[in-house]
């Protein structure tokens, strides 16, 4: 079972950047793809980002297009989210998933997809 730790939520006002972290168990981050989504109170957990085993791919929502960007440092077995003009419709538990990957370029946007899943890190947007 791969092991997923995110950190680096908070809060934060609106228009302010965040950087979350998602630290891996074990040498996946070059054979995984990874991404971020993430998830109110009573609601569906809604895509944020994903990135490629590669890292050469990546897919955004629509919502966070142009504001928020996902990388990965393969030394570090980490995935990150910067996160920049934060509103307060960003405002949720994000959590960071994995799952294997055959396909060095290929980007996975349905939770279901995901085999493996961090406990999440609260971001909270002040207006």
């Known amino acids: 079972q791969v092991q997923l730790v995110e950190s680096g939520g908070g809060l934060v006002q609106a228009g302010d950047s965040l950087t979350l972290s998602c630290a891996a168990s074990?040498?996946?981050?070059?054979?995984?793809?990874m991404g971020w989504f993430r998830q109110d109170p009573g609601k569906e957990r809604l895509f944020v980002a994903a990135?490629?085993?590669?890292?050469?791919?990546?897919a955004y929502a629509d919502s966070v297009k142009g504001r928020f960007t996902i990388s990965k440092d393969n030394a570090k077995n980490t995935v990150y989210l910067r996160m920049n003009i934060l509103n307060p419709e960003d405002t949720a538990v994000y959590y960071c998933?994995?799952?294997?990957?055959?396909?060095?370029?290929?980007?996975?946007?349905?939770?279901?997809?995901?085999?493996?899943w961090g406990q999440g890190t609260q971001v909270t947007v002040s207006s």
């Open positions: 990135i490629s085993r590669t890292g050469d791919n990546q």
């Open positions: 074990g040498r996946i981050v070059d054979t995984y793809a």
């Open positions: 998933a994995a799952r294997f990957s055959v396909r060095l370029s290929a980007v996975f946007t349905d939770p279901g997809e995901y085999n493996s």
